[in-house]
Antibody
Framework: QVQLVQSGAEVKKPGASVKVSCKAS????????ITWVRQAPGQGLEWMGL????????NYAQNFQGRVTMTTDTSTNTAYLELKNLRSDDTAVYYC??????????WGQGTLVTVSS | IVLTQSPGTLSLSPGERATLSCRAS???????LAWYQQKPGQAPRLLIY???TRATGIPDRFSGSGSGTDFTLTISRLEPEDFAVYYC?????????FGSGTKVDIK
């Protein structure tokens, strides 16, 4: 069965960076893209970008250009999201999800990132 | 493309029919429109893709319809586990957008 298991909660200070992992299993990692979506407390879903599991090509949402880096490690079937120069409004739950075509069919459990001084 | 969902909140009783709307600011090509359900403390779950195709394991009381700029998610008879927030999502030019969500709560 397809599973995406994310790393644990993080607490960071403003200006720091955070790196969240998403380990995939139950399918051929290189056959599908992984996307990252975040959700601030009490708010809706915000798309951050997408990375190809095949060749690592990325497409980032304009709101995050310059601050976000998405990578993959095909030897461990793991995708990573790094967000730099954190601000308090980056406090959110960060989700990874598999993208078989253009929709998101399996989601990770979410990783809470808290940015606080 | 901006997706506008309405209403913001829908208050209904179990057994009633729920009709949720998602309107796009531009035409959504090839019906690249999906719907998700999210319950408190959980990740979203895919319900519908391609505007009208139910995802694996989704009960047939959930149905999607529409094309172009106007899409609808219908829950024919609300079950207690259906009270949740619902999001629509579109995909164009390798960019993804979500609507702001409709909360279906118990009247």
């Amino acid at each position: 069965q397809v599973q995406l298991v994310q790393s644990g909660a993080e607490v960071k200070k403003p200006g720091a960076s955070v790196k969240v992992s998403c380990k995939a299993s139950g399918y051929t990692f290189t056959s599908h893209a992984i996307t990252w979506v975040r959700q601030a407390p009490g708010q809706g879903l915000e798309w951050m970008g997408l990375i190809s599991g095949y060749n690592g090509n990325t497409n980032y949402a304009q709101n995050f250009q310059g601050r976000v880096t998405m990578t993959t490690d095909t030897s461990t079937n793991t995708a990573y999201l790094e967000l730099k120069n954190l601000r308090s409004d980056d406090t959110a739950v960060y989700y990874c999800a598999r993208v078989p075509n253009w929709y998101l069919d399996f989601w990770g459990q979410g990783t809470l990132v808290t940015v606080s001084s | 493309i901006v997706l506008t969902q309405s209403p913001g909140t829908l208050s209904l009783s179990p057994g009633e029919r729920a009709t949720l709307s998602c309107r796009a600011s531009q035409s959504v090509r090839a019906n690249y429109l999906a719907w998700y359900q999210q319950k408190p403390g959980q990740a979203p779950r895919l319900l519908i893709y391609g505007a009208s195709t139910r995802a694996t394991g989704i009960p047939d009381r959930f149905s999607g319809s529409g094309s172009g700029t106007d899409f609808t998610l219908t829950i024919s008879r609300l079950e207690p586990e259906d009270f949740a927030v619902y999001y629509c999502q579109q995909y164009v030019s390798s960019l993804v957008t979500f609507g702001s969500g409709t909360k279906v709560d118990i009247k």
